[in-house]
């Protein structure tokens, strides 16, 4: 149930914003399998179509304002690989591909971002053994890595109780061998060479003097010995190795100038983000080995260039920060990201300003820019500007950038650019330009260009994102009331015949503590190509529309939530042609909970498609992997037995009679696989129809994004998972005018 890092937000929680390459308002009569893919026909996305879709992200003007670099990543059916690409401002040029893969790397090339004079370009990628930084110049010429390596600050193969022995020799010694005395804490020899690390993050300076890079601690040679010889035991939460922050000076060539330099921030190292003049660093933390289940661990500190082992914690940051930070212009000010003070699911964060100077801890708490916002602030992406800070923002079904003023005493003003979906807005230093993505329901993702904020889109061409010929969905925006509540909701409607009725799919969102928004959803569009209606409901609990919407079903999961997604059922069925004998409900995270719940509570339902949900609360807050989350909804377990329980899908397995169909990944951390086990059980015992099908190798959010149609590494899962959906609805539904699948 736990809500989902922000990485995974955009097509879980917030809905699956995919790309199609044509837009039509409205629907279309559902096609059988005789419309082939790569079809000149119009048609909607089929199960093979959704293979072939790319995915577009991080645009980023170039310091001179006159190109834009972004990441393409490869659809599914091609390895789901990412690259760089660039296009000018100035149109008349097509879109050219920077870097490529070697067959070796299967992940492709990401994090870019330009060299502070715009004469090179950083990036991450796997080569070999280890994710190197790469340096491309502009000028002409291949990436070069950069020989990073540090000397390892931790040797676990030492410490005095290793196995093998330290010392031991390779055959016959004793349990009992010799060893370093002077590392019997796991701490490597003086005179260790040093090793190369695996890039986290890195961030260059403004000035372009300084590269910022944080890695984890390398495995050592007695380390990959322990492990290639099976003397690998995991003591949990128990790791000596973290994430570390290195600052290299970098020459006139891009070269580094000398060995990386340790800064003594306390690990883990998840963030940096420079002063304006470079001279500083603002550097984001959380305590390591799953401090974070016991309570939120993050931290800010303040970094002197000249000083990097004398770094200053900010104390009036709230342990709350979750990252995302901007400096004002002339860096008097910091701006962040924390959770409001109001109480509120993990994750509603506001944003804060905080004075900086020769000591930055002396300018007192930190001042409130959004407090009673009615939506839902995002840290990242932020920029100061002359006239206050702009951010991104969560409001109702749409995502838009937000202006807001620097003493709070307004609430921010949504930025309209066209779009109900604008995401990944991004400028210069100079702020000459700015450029972003742009999609709304029917209308397809594209990149748009403006020369100050605020003004009309230019569209920038970009590479084709999706087989030619698919058609869109345009939803409605449906409201309707549940209790003290109003309720909103998406609903995509297909053409169907005169006097006839469209099935309904009802799909839940993650979270709870997410929300659906108004994109061009190929997932959508391929139920609704089966000639069926989907409802995207927003119950309480969702983000979006303020504290006390958010706050609403705290200690109450499966109840409130439940009554609003069943009155909006109501609701269409009285205001639309839906056929109120055939329906079915899909939901996955919080939303596969939430199925769960309704075959506990209701047999309106012919089919429930549940992905990845919670079952038993109890035996969930014991091994997923963070439970601080689930803990303001309603409390430890044992402190709390029947909240518990009564907030348990589980409770409610001895009502259960609907047809249902778990879909789970084997090595999700999230909502581990035991959960769906535990509901297979359950239902089978009962005597209910169940299915349970688990993937290999899928964690939480990737089986999501397969199966939602996200570009995936897992070529077939998603392929799948649709199709098991698909077949298993279509069986329950029983003949209708669209029983020929699609598939």
Same mark, same amino acid.
């Given at each position: ?119 090179? +370009? ?243 708490? %930190? ?128 053409? +169907? ?117 919670? +079952? ?55 909502? %581990? ?55 298993? +609805? ?14």
């Amino acid at each position: 149930m736990r809500k989902p890092p922000l990485d995974f937000l955009p097509w879980l929680v917030l809905g699956a914003g995919f790309l199609i390459a044509a837009p039509v308002a409205g629907g279309q009569a559902p096609q059988s399998s005789s419309t082939p893919p790569g079809s000149t026909e119009p048609h909607y996305p089929m199960n093979e179509d959704l293979r072939h879709i790319k995915a577009l992200s991080q645009p980023q003007l170039s310091p001179d304002g006159k190109q834009v670099l972004f990441t393409v990543t490869e659809s599914t059916a091609d390895g789901a690989g990412s690259h760089l690409w660039m296009v000018p401002v100035a149109g008349g040029e097509k879109p050219r591909q920077l870097t490529y893969s070697p067959s070796t790397d299967k992940s492709g090339e990401h994090a870019a971002q330009w060299s502070p004079d715009g004469m090179a +370009i950083y990036f991450a990628a796997r080569r070999g053994e280890h994710t190197q930084l790469f340096r491309l110049d502009m000028r002409g010429g291949d990436a070069a890595p950069y020989d990073l390596k540090v000397p390892p600050a931790v040797d676990e193969s030492k410490a005095s109780n290793a196995i093998p022995p330290v010392g031991a020799e390779k055959k016959g010694t004793a349990a009992g061998g010799s060893k370093d005395s002077s590392d019997s804490a796991g701490k490597p020899d003086a005179a260790a060479e040093p090793l190369a690390i695996d890039v986290s993050g890195f961030a260059p300076s403004p000035d372009g003097k300084w590269l910022a890079v944080w890695a984890r601690d390398p495995e050592t040679p007695g380390e990959k010995k322990q492990r290639d010889a099976k003397a690998d035991a995991e003591a949990v939460n128990q790791s000596q190795h973290f994430t570390r922050l290195y600052l290299a000076a970098l020459a006139q060539d891009g070269s580094f100038d000398g060995a990386l330099k340790p800064v003594a921030v306390d690990p883990d190292v998840h963030g940096v983000y420079w002063s304006p003049d470079g001279g500083r660093l603002l550097v984001f933390t959380e305590k390591p080995n799953g401090e974070s289940d016991l309570g939120p661990g993050g931290a800010e500190w303040m970094v002197e260039v000249s000083a990097p082992g004398k770094p200053v914690r900010l104390a009036s940051v709230p342990a709350t920060v979750s990252g995302g930070a901007a400096w004002k212009a002339d860096g008097s000010e910091i701006f962040f990201a924390a959770q409001t003070p109001e109480d509120a699911p993990p994750g509603y964060d506001e944003l804060f300003a905080l004075p900086t100077g020769a000591d930055p801890n002396s300018g007192g708490s %930190p001042r409130r820019l959004s407090a009673g916002f009615k939506g839902q602030l995002y840290g990242q992406p932020m920029f100061s500007t002359s006239d206050g800070l702009v951010a991104e923002a969560g409001i109702g079904f749409s995502i838009a950038p937000v202006r807001l003023e620097l003493d709070g005493s307004k609430p921010p003003v949504p930025l309209r650019l066209g779009a109900a979906v604008v995401s990944g807005l991004n400028t210069n230093r100079r702020q000459t330009g700015w450029v972003w993505l742009a999609e709304s329901g029917g209308d397809p993702e594209k990149m748009c260009y403006a020369e100050h904020l605020g003004d009309a889109c230019t569209l920038l061409p970009t590479p084709a994102l999706a087989p030619e010929h698919l058609r869109g969905v345009k939803p409605e925006l449906v409201r309707w009331k549940s209790g003290d509540f109003e309720i909103e909701g998406l609903l995509a409607l297909p053409d +169907i015949p005169a006097g006839a009725k469209a099935p309904l799919i009802v799909d839940v969102h993650g979270g709870p503590f997410g929300a659906f928004a108004d994109r061009n959803d190929s997932f959508v569009a391929f139920l609704v190509g089966h000639g069926w209606a989907v409802l995207l409901p927003n119950p309480r609990g969702s983000s979006n529309y303020g504290v006390a919407f958010a706050a609403a079903n705290k200690d109450d999961l499966g109840d409130g939530d439940y009554q609003d997604i069943m009155a909006g059922v109501d609701a269409v069925l009285a205001q639309y042609p839906i056929d109120a004998g055939r329906m079915a409900l899909f939901g996955y995270s919080y939303g596969g909970e939430m199925a769960a719940f309704v075959e506990g509570k209701t047999d309106r339902f012919k089919a429930i498609v549940s992905g990845a949900p919670v +079952i038993d609360q109890f035996s969930e807050y014991g091994t997923e992997g963070d439970s601080w989350y689930d803990r303001w909804y309603f409390g430890k377990p044992w402190e709390h037995f029947a909240d518990a329980w009564k907030q348990s899908p589980l409770s409610g397995a001895g009502r259960a009679k609907t047809p249902f169909l778990l879909l789970q990944g084997e090595s999700d951390t999230v909502d %581990p696989l035991g959960q769906s086990e535990e509901m297979y059980r359950a239902l089978r015992q009962e005597g209910v129809p169940v299915e349970l099908v688990a993937y290999p190798r899928e964690n939480h959010g990737p089986l999501a994004g397969g199966l939602l149609g996200r570009p995936s590494p897992e070529p077939w899962h998603g392929y799948d998972a649709r199709q098991r959906l698909v077949e298993f +609805i279509e069986k329950n539904f029983g003949p209708t005018h669209a029983a020929e699948s699609r598939q």
